[in-house]
């Protein structure tokens, strides 16, 4: 059992930042890839950035990469988003996960970010 608990989002003007925050339970978060996944009104749930377990491997979604960070503290049991220059196109519900392989994946409840122009 994971449970993910977030923090960070809200509502900023275009150029802005903001960091979000997801904390896992348990001792065993070093065992999992952590993602960072967003789903705006009318659209599919789609992949922003993911991060091994050691913090070794890191993908991000095209219409991210360069302004966006995803980062992770095994000792805090703690995965972030730094999200930088944001833009209007990127208002959604942002959601956290934790995966492995041969487990079952966990979801964070979701923390929404809006982004004015």
């Known amino acids: 059992q994971v449970q993910l608990v977030e923090s960070g989002g809200g509502l900023v003007q275009a150029g802005g930042s903001l960091r979000l925050s997801c904390a896992a339970s348990?001792?065993?978060?070093?065992?999992?890839?952590m993602g960072w996944y967003r789903q705006a009104p009318g659209k599919q749930r789609e992949l922003v950035a993911d991060?091994?377990?050691?913090?070794?491997?890191?993908n991000y979604a095209d219409s991210v990469k360069g302004r966006f960070t995803i980062s992770r503290d095994n000792a805090k049991n703690t995965v972030y988003l730094q999200m930088n220059s944001l833009k209007p196109e990127d208002t959604a519900v942002y959601y956290c996960?934790?995966?492995?392989?041969?487990?079952?994946?966990?979801w964070g409840q979701g923390t929404q970010v809006t982004v004015s122009s």
């Open positions: 996960k934790a995966f492995r392989t041969r487990a079952v994946d966990y």
């Open positions: 991060i091994s377990p050691s913090g070794g491997s890191i």
């Open positions: 348990g001792s065993i978060f070093w065992l999992y890839s």
